[in-house]
């Protein structure tokens, strides 16, 4: 990976911000697009929140996206460009969490601070023979606590680069090569026939289902509606076209009075579905059922010209939608 070659600061930052809720294989790509675009701390500070939010565009958790752009400037306008070299101070940044400022304080800094991410909590949890929870208040602790005491404070980047790629390569989830491995005499996990079992996991996800209505207007001259969502929740900062929620698929939408109302302010000539089976959209915690609907009207002072529309950042699901009606 080309992070594994470098001990600058932003780099292993960038690359950590992108590898959160994101695998190696999907990641690398974004994190070469990134340093592209942004070979610098202070190119990415004085980018705008649209063109980072652009790059970041299929990730998901956009927040982070968010984060990333904010640090930058606070590293470059605050800190005259200059990361923190301890473990402290890194964790002080904004979208920066105890595995990014270990990771950063260790690799960069040579500091003894231990990371423990997914791999490391597998590898513990299996080797030792640990089953607390490793998404308990109690379990990170522990978890924790093991790994610093097990660090090499002489080679604090080696180790903690090195068992996170055991973890990854060796000792994987699914299917590990215990019958090759240094540590099959000593792991409990594998004397107590228990590699499925651990590490123990607490599942807390309760997933609500909403459902999305977009109405993509077309006008004579080509033109259609696209707003930048705002508020909190999610895609915060994103481009999409006007959107009725319902509280349930609505099988009886076109006489539902939100459209009603909404269509009121237009000359509406047809109204049709695009997608006739909706599209599951899932999210960590939210399952969206997406349906488009492509409205012809006869003008649109306020609108923009379709061809713009692949130059916005958008939720994925509507760069798919776009990517395959304009052709």
């Known amino acids: ?107 960069c800094f040579n500091r003894p601070t231990a990371v423990v991410d997914g791999n490391v909590y597998r590898v513990l949890s299996r080797v030792y023979g640990i089953d607390t929870p490793i998404n308990s208040t109690q379990g990170i602790k522990e978890f924790k606590a093991l790994a610093q005491e097990l660090i090499d404070t002489n080679q604090p980047a080696n180790f903690n680069q090195a068992i996170m790629e055991f973890g990854a390569i060796q000792c994987k989830p699914q299917n590990p090569y215990c019958l090759h491995c240094v540590f099959q005499e000593e792991c409990v996990a594998f004397r107590q026939n228990k590699i499925k079992e651990l590490p123990v996991k607490i599942k807390k996800l309760n997933i609500k289902k909403r459902y999305f209505n977009y109405l993509v207007f077309v006008s004579r001259d080509q033109k259609t509606l696209f707003n930048q969502r705002t508020g909190k929740g999610i895609w915060q900062g994103l481009f999409e076209f006007p959107m009725l929620e319902m509280d349930a698929e609505e099988v009886r939408f076109r006489e539902s009075a939100p459209l009603k109302e909404l269509l009121s302010n237009y000359n509406v000539n047809s109204l049709e579905k695009y997608n006739e089976k909706p599209i599951l959209h899932k999210l960590s915690h939210q399952h969206l059922s997406i349906t488009f609907w492509i409205v012809l009207v006869d003008n649109l002072d306020e609108g923009i010209p379709i061809s713009t529309l692949k130059g916005f950042p958008t939720p994925v699901v509507i760069a798919n939608f776009i990517e395959a009606f304009i052709q």
Not at 6 to 18: C, G, V
Not at 39 to 58: I, M
Not at 61 to 72: K, M, P, V
Not at 76 to 98: A, H, R, S
């Open 1 to 107: 990976m080309p992070w594994r070659n470098t001990k600058d600061p932003y780099r292993i930052w960038l690359s950590e911000i992108i590898l959160q809720q994101t695998r190696v294989a999907q990641g690398l790509p974004y994190y070469e697009r990134f340093i592209e675009a942004f070979p610098t701390v202070q190119d990415l500070a004085a980018a705008s929140e649209e063109e980072v939010l652009k790059l970041w565009q299929g990730l998901g958790y956009y927040s982070r996206g968010r984060n990333l752009h904010f640090t930058a400037q606070y590293i470059t306008n605050e800190l005259q460009g200059v990361f923190p070299n301890t473990y402290k101070e890194l964790l002080k940044l904004k979208g920066v969490g105890d595995y990014t400022a270990s990771a950063i304080a260790s690799i």
